[in-house]
């Protein structure tokens, strides 16, 4: 069963607002653990680093650099 990484809402005033997948810490096709640090996100001047909900094989969905909507998918751990 695949679990999908969200960008995380890093405010309630900045729900819904557009941020930027800064780094990337895992390779596509990586074996995670739960918990494990995967990347960091950022909105405005805010910083956030986005953890591992389970284990498993990693699959990006988004790049270093691209700008994402805050609850979009950025990964799928199978």
Do not use: C, N, Y
Not at 11 to 20: L, M
Not at 28 to 45: M, N, P, R
Not at 67 to 77: E, K
């Amino acid at each position: 069963m695949s679990s999908l990484v969200l960008f995380p809402a890093l405010s309630k005033e900045t729900a819904g607002a557009e941020g930027v997948l800064a780094t990337w810490f895992v390779s596509d096709g990586a074996t995670v653990a739960a918990d494990q640090l995967l990347a960091e996100v950022q909105v405005d001047k805010v910083a956030a680093e986005v953890p591992a909900p389970v284990g498993g094989v990693v699959h990006l969905l988004v790049a270093e650099e691209e700008v994402v909507r805050q609850g979009a998918p950025i990964a799928r751990i199978d």
